[in-house]
């Protein structure tokens, strides 16, 4: 948006602003003005005659760079003074009359020599030192001016605007457009002083722009709609299933050593009558169907030996079971993360340079109340883990987007706050937590195996121990989990998990409880597999 005031006079007007974004939504214009204006027709130019000045981050490169240059040269004429100094004190040859000179006149010279020149030999040392630093720096600096320049940092455009007054006077013109080359994206940073207070959410923004044109101390109001994304709603067209059936058009070739005369190619009526073992290479023509191993995993038919060939978007999924597709498919799938439209207006005034660089603007802080737990998987990890519980966290307004989390004045990791789940608590890991100490022993007392007629009884029994080591109780959760079997002839029996309650769809076994300061618990699991002998 651009505001400025205009002296018109009565009747037609054409006014020229510049300053004005570059690559401007043309159909987003509007131009608003007081005192009975009208606006007519805008026509939008680019400023395709490049400014001969630098930007400020360059201007400060150069000038470095100067001030480094007028260094330099004293430094070499320091150098060149030096340089005299040494070769009158060490000439190539010895003076002829040398020989001529008394003993002790000759022996001071030396003295005089061996000083002086100890002298100038340092101070070149040094000169040369400098003046090698001064070249790298000056390379240096020099390199990020290209990075600078290399940033596409663009002119910015220009508005040609017919205004038609009723009367002659001034007016305030207010010019707003959307440019592609500017936008936002959230970050936030949660601070957890303790399992007590409330969490402290602080909401920021990484703004930038390369529009063209600086925008100095204005202030930002940051929009999670997003124009570009269509205000029309799609319209679904009938969606058929089928059974995808290849036709095979395939070659066969023989081995390389067989001569080239007596290779043949066949077509996809005499492929099925072709031996497996007669065929060195098969490769499959039919769009659609990917082999990687040259014709191994192909039948002579041209279809796979085994499995169930996944095709979406015209892509073979690969390396896929039946109890993957889920997981795998999720990869092609478009995810929209949505937004609702909320406005932040910036009280502070920014400077947002045109040099499409990330600049950190603070949105808002909130206090978020916080339910706090411990959770621990021993079978899988050591460590206990702390585990926040916002409640209606949809009133905060956040957008998807990393966290910054911080416990107890020390940074423990990024996390992810995803607002597109549909339930209203949001689930926070706040990291490990090194005094809840949890430990997971098989009791060797209790693990037995014995032979019973035909079949064999292996028993498995574990103890988990968890100790809270803080000041304050703590609410506990831990998992651990039985063995699950699809094998009529293997059954798991004699099941125990003490307080723990077991699921038997997958076996998942949890106990929750409250640890108070200091507290140890004690769990059990155990469990008999019986199998033929």
């Not at 058009?249 to 996809?268: E, F, G, I, L, W």
């Not at 279809?303 to 079971?321: E, H, M, P």
């Not at 959760?477 to 004699?494: A, G, K």
Request: hydrophobic fraction near 35%; charged fraction near 20%; charge should be neutral.
């Amino acid at each position: 948006m651009s505001c400025t005031t205009v002296q018109l006079v009565k009747g037609d007007n054409e006014i020229l602003f510049t300053n004005v974004a570059t690559n401007v939504n043309t159909s987003s214009i509007m131009v608003n003005a007081t005192n009975g204006v009208s606006a007519g027709s805008v026509i939008f130019q680019n400023n395709y005659v490049r400014t001969e000045v630098p930007s400020q981050r360059v201007s400060m490169l150069q000038d470095s760079i100067k001030a480094l240059t007028r260094t330099r040269t004293l430094a070499e004429l320091k150098l060149t003074v030096v340089n005299k100094q040494i070769a009158l004190l060490a000439p190539d040859r010895t003076p002829a009359d040398t020989k001529e000179r008394p003993v002790a006149e000759t022996a001071n010279l030396l003295d005089l020599i061996d000083k002086k020149l100890e002298t100038y030999l340092v101070q070149k040392n040094k000169l040369n030192e400098t003046i090698s630093g001064i070249n790298d720096n000056i390379a240096i600096l020099n390199t990020q001016i290209r990075e600078e320049q290399d940033k596409g940092v663009i002119e910015g455009g220009r508005l040609l605007i017919k205004l038609y007054a009723t009367e002659t006077g001034p007016s305030n013109i207010t010019i707003t457009y959307v440019t592609p080359n500017a936008g936002w994206a959230p970050v936030y940073d949660l601070i957890a002083e303790n399992t007590t207070r409330p969490l402290q959410l602080y909401y920021k923004a990484n703004v930038f722009q390369n529009s063209g044109t600086k925008w100095e101390n204005v202030r930002l109001a940051l929009s999670t709609g997003n124009p570009t994304e269509g205000i029309e709603m799609p319209v679904m067209t009938p969606w058929y299933a089928g059974i995808y059936v290849p036709q095979p058009v395939a070659y066969a070739q023989p081995a390389a050593s067989q001569p080239q005369q007596n290779r043949t190619t066949y077509d996809a009526r005499d492929i099925k009558t072709l031996a497996t073992t007669e065929i060195a290479d098969i490769a499959t023509l039919t769009p659609g169907i990917y082999q990687a191993q040259r014709g191994k995993g192909t039948s002579i038919a041209g279809a796979r030996k085994t499995g169930t060939l996944y095709i979406v978007d015209g892509v073979q999924v690969q390396n896929i079971g039946e109890e993957g597709i889920q997981s795998t498919m999720s990869q092609y799938v478009a995810v929209d993360g949505g937004g609702m439209n909320t406005t932040y207006d910036i009280e502070v005034p920014y400077t947002i340079p045109a040099d499409a660089n990330m600049h950190l603007v603070a949105i808002k802080k909130y206090d978020v109340p916080a339910s706090f737990r411990h959770y621990a998987i021993p079978r899988l990890d050591k460590d206990a883990f702390l585990q926040a519980e916002i409640v209606n966290w949809a009133e905060l307004d956040l957008m998807p987007a990393q966290a910054n989390i911080f416990y107890d004045g020390t940074y423990v990791g990024q996390g992810y706050f995803d607002t597109r789940i549909i339930k209203d608590t949001m689930l926070v890991s706040l990291g490990r937590d090194k005094k809840v100490m949890v430990k997971r022993e098989l009791d060797a007392k209790k693990r037995s195996a014995h032979t019973i007629g035909t079949n064999v009884r292996e028993t498995y029994a574990y103890t988990i121990n968890v100790r809270n080591t803080r000041k304050q109780p703590i609410n506990m959760i831990v998992y651990d989990q039985m063995p699950l079997s699809n094998n009529n002839d293997l059954t798991i029996e004699s099941k125990e998990t003490g307080d723990g309650a077991l699921d038997e769809r997958t076996g998942f076994v949890k106990w929750t409880f409250t640890a108070a300061p200091n507290e140890s618990r004690k769990l059990s699991l155990g469990y008999t597999l019986k199998y033929p002998k």
